[in-house]
């Protein structure tokens, strides 16, 4: 049988115990909202349901130089517009592809996601014939992730809608600066989120991976050149990075022409 001061003690670590989580899921909400906050606010984020943007970069093969350690080999440009449909998670890009190498060739192609499935049309690898066919599964999730990553506005948006989900990490330094980071699940590995700590706009997007030659790899998404369009703001600079085997890949680079918000779309 406990003794009353036993009990008391039980008691007094319960209370403890629960007001860390209070104050935890409070912080959670707090970083949260005030990202949100920055972006716009969580109602201006809430009521984007269609989006279209256009955007033009570049993209880097690291494995084809002629030396190690080299810069990684510019292999193609692109140009895209990406329409999408966030109130029912579907989404449309068509892209045109300039390849510069192994063997210079002209794409033009698109790739549709709604929800699980995906659909190809047109021309996306050099030396093939036109596709018109359902999308591999791997490809369609691999899609998914991907514009996950690239867009803080669906990202928040999850935050928003499911903030029992968001779990706040401990401050991290990036560019030789400690940023607040918060965790929103992921396909796999949960999506971290860098907010910068002066202005609380997203720095950047990053999960883990598992990449075929550098093993467990750092993906990141890189925003900058925040901007206003309409009720609120969002990055028009992306870069992509791979950390891996002790160091860091640009594979893309990105530069958004327009983003529109609310556009009619075709259905």
Avoid at 85 to 99: K, M
């Amino acid at each position: 049988m406990r003794s009353p001061r036993m009990q008391y003690l039980i008691v007094v670590l319960i209370v403890i115990v629960a007001l860390l989580e209070c104050s935890k899921k409070s912080d959670e909400a707090s970083i949260a909202d005030k990202t949100a906050e920055a972006m716009g606010g969580g109602a201006a984020i809430l009521a984007v349901q269609t989006q279209q943007t256009t955007a033009s970069g570049q993209l880097f093969e690291p494995e084809q130089t002629f030396q190690p350690g080299d810069q990684p080999l510019t292999v193609s440009s692109f140009q895209y517009t990406l329409t999408e449909d966030l109130s029912v998670g579907s989404f449309r890009y068509e892209w045109g592809r300039s390849i510069l190498y192994p063997f210079p060739d002209t794409l033009a192609y698109s790739e549709v996601i709604n929800g699980n499935q995906g659909f190809l049309d047109g021309k996306d690898t050099s030396n093939a014939a036109t596709v018109r066919a359902a999308m591999l599964s791997v490809r369609g999730s691999t899609l998914t992730k991907l514009h996950r990553l690239t867009s803080p506005l669906i990202l928040m948006g999850t935050a928003l809608e499911a903030p029992q989900s968001v779990e706040t990490r401990q401050d991290e330094q990036f560019n030789g600066k400690a940023h607040h980071v918060i965790a929103l699940p992921g396909s796999v590995s949960p999506i971290r989120l860098f907010i910068d700590p002066d202005t609380f706009l997203p720095t950047k997007a990053d999960t883990f991976e598992d990449d075929p030659i550098y093993g467990d790899t750092l993906f990141e998404v890189i925003y900058s050149d925040w901007q206003r369009v309409g009720d609120i703001i969002v990055p028009f600079r992306l870069t992509q990075n791979l950390t891996g085997l002790g160091k860091t890949i640009t594979v893309q680079t990105e530069e958004r022409t327009t983003v529109q918000n609310n556009v009619q779309i075709q259905t």
